[in-house]
């Protein structure tokens, strides 16, 4: 189970740190993913960190700004958030795969692959 908090409206240039709980597996086994959804568009990868090495990877627009980072000891993943733009503005989603490897690739692949989503958490961020 996947359960992401920290979600709340700030004002462009702001930050939110987004936390994600997992239950029932371990953070260190799996690849972990978040995933956004604004209005009327699909949803997109934001980041994921790779469970083997640590390796952390963005879509391009993020690059910068966001930051992956896991708590072994607390199982959760989290995502700071700084220079918040109007464009962020999205539910984000915690999510793992069992088969995805976590790579580059974040920014483009597709919602469909990933198995395990948890509930999202909103993200207003106002001009």
């Known amino acids: 189970k996947l359960q992401a908090s920290g979600g709340g409206a700030v004002q462009a240039g702001g930050s939110l740190r987004l936390s994600c709980s997992a239950s029932?597996?371990?953070?260190?086994?799996?690849?972990m993913m978040w995933f956004r959804q604004a209005p009327g568009k699909e949803r997109e990868g934001v980041s994921c960190i790779r469970n083997s090495d640590g390796s952390t990877y963005y879509r391009d627009s993020v690059k910068g700004r966001f930051t992956i980072s896991r708590d072994r000891a607390k199982n959760s993943v989290y995502l700071q958030m700084d220079s918040l733009k109007p464009e962020d503005a999205a539910v984000y989603y915690c999510v793992t795969d069992f088969e995805w490897p976590c790579n580059d690739r974040i920014g483009t692949v597709r919602d469909y692959v990933m198995d395990y989503w948890g509930k999202g958490t909103l993200v207003t961020v106002s001009s």
């Open positions: 029932g597996f371990s953070v260190d086994n799996y690849p």
